[in-house]
């Protein structure tokens, strides 16, 4: 059974970091890509981060590019998103999905390409 499992959320103020952990069961994670996606209270969901299969080519949105870092150990099964300095703006519920590849359409990473998601987790960027 194919399952996703997100952990790391929480509470902390801007500027500061949080790594969130997508953990994987049922399924070898190399032969698969893992896409980070978020929701804002009032908001649609968003395409953060993917992070290939095989050579393992990563995508980011624009408003993380050079703040967030996405990578994955395949031995641990597990793929990871480590969030800096980050912004209210950042508040949301964070989601792993999975597919054979990252979708990216006319620049956004898309979700109505991935085939299993997780429950979520919370992040919350105030002071």
């Known amino acids: 059974q194919v399952q996703l499992v997100e952990s790391g959320g929480g509470l902390v103020q801007p500027g500061g970091s949080l790594r969130l952990s997508c953990a994987a069961s049922g399924f070898t994670l190399d032969y698969y890509a893992i896409g980070w996606f978020r929701q804002a209270p009032g908001k649609e969901r968003e395409g953060v981060s993917c992070i290939s299969r095989g050579d393992g080519g990563t995508y980011y949105t624009d408003s993380v590019k050079g703040r967030f870092t996405i990578s994955r150990d395949n031995a641990k099964n597990t793929v990871y998103l480590q969030m800096n300095s980050l912004k209210p703006e950042d508040t949301a519920v964070y989601y792993c999905?999975?597919?054979?590849?990252?979708?990216?359409?006319?620049?956004?990473?898309?979700?109505?390409?991935?085939?299993?998601w997780g429950k979520g987790t919370l992040v919350t960027v105030s002071s």
């Open positions: 999905a999975t597919d054979l590849s990252c979708g990216v359409v006319a620049g956004r990473l898309v979700d109505y390409a991935m085939d299993y």
